[in-house]
């Protein structure tokens, strides 16, 4: 079925049904979005477009061309505010932090999940000895996304699991520490790049790095949600949890992701103000 939603058929279900409905275009990237974003919007005046990707969202967007009025889109920044790179339409609003996983775990959402996941006398033993929480999944976090970076600015088509079994293989359970050696190891070989210099990885990962980088933006949401679900294993929750997923913790966090949360974002204030300049049309729910 994704196959056929291609940017092409969107942009002419837009066109098709904007004679009928008067209402907006909301274009998403990808499932999770939906489920999350939906909560959000006001059904009676907006609908949601799932288009299965970044680039397919932007595609969307150059098909219509000026047939755009009341189409808006959120896609992922990425690694775009660190290249500084903007939308090329106004009518394309990117996350707070570098994908949509990254904002539910800098909200109070990871807080609410953890309360009901987590080990409260483990989580405050981790953090005596390590530091918050957060700041632990971010720095290591970092090394990932400065590696996913380095791959993309380099074209080296390096590949990322989203199995726990890929990312133990270089992740200490007890401190949720990344070995870089393993890491760029277990990277390269499960993106069958063998020819590929370590030292060369490492070197280039190395010269991206700058003490003046928000690690928010760094860091991919997906790898940070390996890295607490790793956590929940032993670190910072029971043994009785290690089935739990990467894709299982994403699924709580977003149901823990409420619309106050949502309301404090740069994101829901660029809507907002969207909304203010084309008061024909409406996205968010109404607030009392």
Known sequence: MQAYITPERIANSIRQQRSQYKGAFLIVE??????????????????????????????VFDILGHDHQGV????????????????????????DTHDLETMLLQSPALDKFLGE??????????????GNLRDVLLENGANLGYLLWYSLKNDLALKFDDKLSFFSKFITKDTLTIDIKKML???????????????????GMNNLKSPDHDLWQVCCGHHLMAILAIGLQKAIGSDDLKEVKPEIVEKNLRLAYEFIHFMKTQLYQAIKNWEFANPTFKVLLATT
């Open 117 to 130: 996941y987590g080990s409260h006398a483990k989580i405050k033993a981790f953090e005596k000895q390590h």
């Open 185 to 203: 190891t277990t990277v390269k070989n499960h993106a069958q790049k063998f020819a590929l210099s370590e030292q060369v990885m490492e070197k």
């Open 30 to 59: 990808g499932e999770g979005d939906n489920l999350l974003y939906r909560n959000f919007i006001d059904r009676n005046g907006c609908q949601i477009q799932v288009a299965f990707g970044k680039e397919n969202v932007l595609n």
């Open 72 to 95: 808006l889109a959120i896609v992922d920044a990425d690694f775009w505010r660190l290249e500084n790179i903007a939308p090329a339409n106004p009518q394309i609003f990117i996350t």
